[in-house]
């Protein structure tokens, strides 16, 4: 992948999420040279930059979102994707954040 896909990779998932993810290009750098451990999938990236966004823990974010601790380290490990109604939940409090406190 050339820089430019990258770039343009990173702006598609910036302009979905509706903020900056200034760590995402040097992750997907990361992850096509082989030196990240995991493979994160857009789906599960936007659920890690919204809780970092927000300053919950996981187990404060699994609570917000009436999912187990283990599934939401699950899907921020790269282990299993995000569901449709957490995805949907996400963004309800992205575009509402004063619902999620």
Same mark, same amino acid.
């Given at each position: #992948?050339? %820089?430019?896909?990258?770039?343009?990779?990173?702006?598609?998932?910036?302009?979905?999420?509706?903020?900056?993810? +200034?760590?995402?290009?040097?992750?997907? %750098?990361? #992850?096509?040279?082989?030196?990240?451990?995991?493979?994160? $999938?857009?789906?599960? /990236?936007?659920?890690?930059?919204?809780? %970092?966004?927000?300053?919950? $823990?996981?187990?404060?974010?699994?609570?917000?979102?009436?999912?187990? /601790?283990? $599934? /939401?380290?699950?899907?921020?490990?790269?282990?299993?994707?995000?569901?449709?109604?957490? /995805?949907?939940? $996400?963004?309800?409090?992205?575009?509402? +954040?004063?619902?999620?406190?």
């Amino acid at each position: #992948m050339r %820089k430019q896909d990258i770039e343009k990779a990173v702006k598609a998932v910036e302009l979905d999420m509706g903020h900056e993810c +200034p760590d995402l290009a040097g992750s997907i %750098k990361d #992850m096509l040279d082989r030196k990240a451990k995991v493979k994160h $999938t857009p789906e599960q /990236l936007k659920i890690i930059a919204f809780r %970092k966004k927000m300053k919950l $823990t996981q187990g404060e974010f699994s609570k917000k979102i009436n999912t187990p /601790l283990g $599934t /939401l380290r699950d899907w921020e490990q790269g282990n299993s994707q995000p569901n449709g109604a957490a /995805l949907l939940l $996400t963004k309800i409090f992205e575009e509402n +954040p004063q619902l999620i406190h």
